[in-house]
């Protein structure tokens, strides 16, 4: 079954006879396998591309060979698939990416599979994930949430350029809900940047210049290069969320945003995020609950970035100064 809608990317949800079949097709071709430490979880990369295998190696924290793994990304090349195809088994959290050359898929699919384990195992002290970038600001965290091509990447970058900021994640961060507090969590060692992001910010221009490109003109880098050995952290507590649009009919730029406004804005445009594996009912009604408690619980803001980056990004630190004191 294909669940493929506007903006996100389709899965193809298969059986585990399927997926086995899959496997023992794998059997005795040359492959790399590599462990990835995410947010408690052991995600496991089976590829036959060294470059995928070395990205990933640069990309997220490791973990011991002897753990066994939450969850599987099986990115090769198959005759029988076409350009590139992605296929999920939900019962043991494997996903297959065939004929993909874009490291950036695989990257974001291990994190959906970490975040797709998480939402299945129900505890007493719940783990959602967010596709969205964390701040730390004088030790309290700003999440930016946003649908593709707002400018998400462009303002968590400037915002680390404000005075007494940290990065915490630039992509995707996990969210641990306890009483009426949310803390944030990396999820990546190091940024999977873009090679524009010294279009805006010149001082990011040698992580580029440094990074080993992929065909998209993509590579893994670090933040600590360039703004410092203490500017980034592991954790932080949300105080403020801002979501980001770009509506030339809408005069405002920046605005308060009640809870149910901001539900009903991502869950439009399905929860800002392209890689999710499963959206079946209890999945749409898990995101949606915890969207809703995470908004009544915080400040939320819309900001609309019709203006150029810098002008938007004025308006985005006066807003910064006020709440984050």
């Known amino acids: ?4 809608m506007p903006d996100i990317y389709e899965f193809e949800l298969i059986t585990p006879e399927k997926k086995d079949e899959l496997l023992d097709e ?6 790399n396998i ?24 640069d990309n997220f924290h490791h973990i011991s060979e002897h753990i066994r793994p939450h969850g599987r990304v099986i990115a090769m090349q198959h005759p029988g ?75 968590s970058f400037g915002l680390l350029l404000y005075r007494n900021a940290s990065l915490v994640s630039d992509d995707w961060l996990f969210v641990r809900m306890k009483k009426d507090t949310a803390i944030a969590y990396s999820s990546e060692r190091n940024s999977y940047i873009r090679d524009d992001i010294g279009k805006n910010w010149k001082i990011f221009q040698p992580l580029v210049d440094n990074a080993m490109l992929d065909k998209k003109g993509r590579g893994i880098a670090s933040v600590q290069d360039v703004i410092g050995m203490d500017r980034t952290r592991e954790t932080t507590t949300i105080r403020s969320v801002f979501i980001l649009k770009r509506d030339a009919s809408d005069s405002r730029i920046i605005y308060r945003l009640p809870p149910d406004e901001a539900v009903e804005y991502i869950s439009k445009h399905y929860y800002c995020n392209p890689y999710q594996l499963v959206m079946d009912e209890r999945k749409i009604r898990l995101r949606t609950a915890f969207f809703m408690q995470l908004f009544s619980m915080l400040d939320v803001y819309m900001v609309n970035t019709v203006k150029p980056p810098e002008e938007t990004q004025a308006e985005i630190r006066r807003l910064v100064d006020e709440i984050f004191k």
């Open 81 to 155: 698939y076409g350009k590139p195809e992605f296929l999920y088994e939900p019962m043991s959290k494997t996903c297959f990416v065939m004929n993909c050359d874009y490291y950036g898929y695989v990257k974001s699919i291990a994190l959906a599979v970490a975040a797709d384990f998480l939402e299945d195992y129900h505890s007493l002290t719940n783990r959602y994930s967010i596709h969205g970038s964390c701040i730390d600001i004088n030790g309290q965290g700003l999440v930016l949430i946003a649908p593709s091509n707002t400018g998400k990447t462009t303002h």
């Open 26 to 31: 794998i059997n005795g071709r040359k492959i």
């Open 34 to 57: 590599e462990k990835a430490y995410i947010h408690g979880m052991c995600i496991e990369l089976i590829t036959d591309s060294k470059e995928f295998k070395e990205f990933w190696q």
């Open 1 to 4: 079954m294909l669940f493929g």
